[in-house]
């Protein structure tokens, strides 16, 4: 294990063990048999430790995901419904991480420790759009169309909130909140959004 895996599997644990990120760096390298000349050779600061621990389980699911026997075969929409409902699954052996970390803060909040899960999320975003664009499933709408990963980044980021919040049997509801949240946004980005804006709504303010 490098130095880099060796902090960021520490530092992990760290937060999984006390909730909140180490305080002294020095403390937290000097546990590891470190001196901070040799953390910060690697990481400028805990915010950037914190930032590729949650940008590389993005990019693990997205990995998983773009490496299926069927992913050429996806539409734009098959592409994005298997990535996030990968994404809830292998959020549950973080679930604890990402209640104490992204749950607390709100969906709109960008705190510095996101800034890797936002990018890879965006490169992620970027490849599913530009498959939509070029098999027309997606309109392409000139400089509009460099809004979209973060449009589809707010979205990401409620349906972890909604994920979090879920009570229901195997989480049922956030597999339809996922679908009918999806649907909306790629009938949104082509052309037909009417009925997919009802049946979400419906979806909404029905009961658990």
């Given amino acids: 294990m490098d130095t880099r895996e060796q902090i960021l599997e520490a530092y992990t644990n760290y937060l999984r063990e006390h909730g909140e990120p180490p305080v002294s760096t020095f403390r937290f390298a000097q546990s590891l048999g470190l001196d901070e000349r040799a953390f910060f050779s690697v990481f400028s600061h805990m915010d950037a430790v914190e930032s590729a621990m949650w940008a590389h389980l993005v990019t693990k699911v997205a990995a998983a995901v773009e490496g299926g026997d069927e992913w050429a075969s996806f539409s734009a929409k098959q592409r994005m419904l298997t990535f996030q409902l990968a994404f809830c699954e292998e959020a549950l052996a973080w679930r604890s991480l990402l209640l104490q970390r992204v749950g607390k803060i709100g969906f709109l909040a960008c705190p510095a420790y996101l800034k890797g899960f936002e990018n890879e999320f965006h490169a992620f975003a970027s490849r599913v759009i530009a498959h939509g664009i070029d098999t027309g499933e997606i309109a ?28 229901s049997e195997h989480f049922e509801r956030t597999d339809a909140y996922i679908e009918k949240s999806v649907t909306l946004a790629f009938d949104l980005l082509g052309k037909q959004a009417i009925d997919s804006a009802m049946d979400f709504g419906k979806f909404l303010l029905a009961r658990p």
């Fill in 140 to 167: 392409g709408r000139g400089p509009a169309v460099s809004l979209y990963p973060k449009i589809f980044y707010v979205h990401f980021r409620s349906v972890i909130e909604f994920h979090l919040k879920d009570e």
